[in-house]
């Protein structure tokens, strides 16, 4: 049975990589009609989406590993990841993140699980919020910001995760979403729900995991608000004399955006896992429907500290974006500086963390830090705090 596993894992992945192996392919063949007789097109829709900060990672634990952590994640952090790994969780448990992101903004995200049916089923809630304050109002007629008005950014989401372990085999979980999107004077909401499935096995002695996840599946959005409500006055037209007249008011209608789609498949394998240590190897594909597909990779080293109570983790990853390179070594965009680090499409992560859980003791306690190279926006750093009882 774990052979068949394995191959049916490497049949899907294999799968899901053929549409960028055939881009890949494409790209090779020069021109925009090469030797290998196909026409060359980029219908990527960049710049297509809204609420891009629900595509942000909301533990230090997945930030590290680059994000490839849908295969690996048993614990609340599942609930954002992949919500087919909550069922695993053994104790009730509570997490909370908070990164300062680039541009001076701020993402802050938390969420509690508690399992039920003698650990065969699981409940979670979370929310996050990313945004910023205060921020000066530049205008026409006051491109200095001189006026003193400022405006605010608030985007919120706030979710509820269901999962369950149909076999000791397979699991999956669903998220249901609602997204309050706050832009200076209008607002915007959304509903969308995630999707992800968790098999796990054996194989060799060795426990090999799969995920398949979509997160983002929902509606569009559409903000309103009283600035949009605007004094429409007719003008003569050119020869005729201007005739008095009142001004009419009207709304303006706000393009609807889609969400942030995500397709993600991901492989765990733990290298070798005993009582007094853990290395996890792992990788992610990623399809998403405002970019172009993408990859993750990494490995996590866990030890235990002895009788302690104590153990330590050690993280680290690589990504490949291939949005980001937009700018070469020299170059300036919108004020932020290429350099020959940050115009790499490869971008490393890394962290670790240090827990305490006495024996088989319900409580624990683990905080977990990571720093992620944003390539060309520089990098960010990230706190994690868990609870479990």
Known sequence: MGKRFVLVGVTVLAASLLPASRAFAQA??????????????????????????????????????????????????????????????????????????????????AAVALPFSGGSKAFGVS??????????????????????????????????????????????????????????????????????????????GHTIRASFVVQNLGTTISHNGQVLDVLVQRTAPQGEQPVPQEGATATLKAKDWPLPIMFRVGLAYDVFNMSAGRLSVLGEFTQPNNNQPGFNAGGEYAVSLGSTGFSVAGRASVTYSPDNNIATPDSTIAGFSGTSNGSSQYRMSAGGGLYYRPGNAGFGIGVDYAYRNMGLLGGVNMISVGFTW
Not at 57 to 84: E, F, H, I, K, M
Request: net charge negative; glycine share 12%; aromatic share 12%.
């Open 28 to 109: 090779t063949c020069g021109g925009s009609l090469g030797p290998c007789g196909t026409i060359q097109s980029n219908n990527t829709a960049y710049g297509t989406t809204a609420a891009e900060f629900l595509l942000l990672a909301p533990s230090a634990r997945g930030a590290a590993l680059g994000g490839s952590y849908g295969a690996l994640a048993t614990d609340v952090s599942s609930v954002y990841y992949n919500p087919a790994g909550l069922a695993q969780i053994d104790h009730a448990g509570l997490m909370a993140s908070t990164m300062n992101y680039v541009a001076d903004t701020k993402y802050t995200w």
């Open 127 to 204: 929310a996050a919020n990313f945004g910023f304050s205060d921020q000066p109002v530049y205008t026409n007629e006051d491109p200095n910001g001189n006026s003193g008005a400022v405006y605010s950014v608030s985007e919120t989401v706030v979710g509820l995760t269901y999962s369950q372990q149909f076999s000791d085999r397979f699991s999956a979980g669903v998220t249901a979403k609602y997204i309050n999107d706050q832009l200076g004077r209008v607002t915007g909401n959304a509903f969308a729900v995630d999707f992800g499935t968790s098999f796990h096995a054996v194989l060799g």
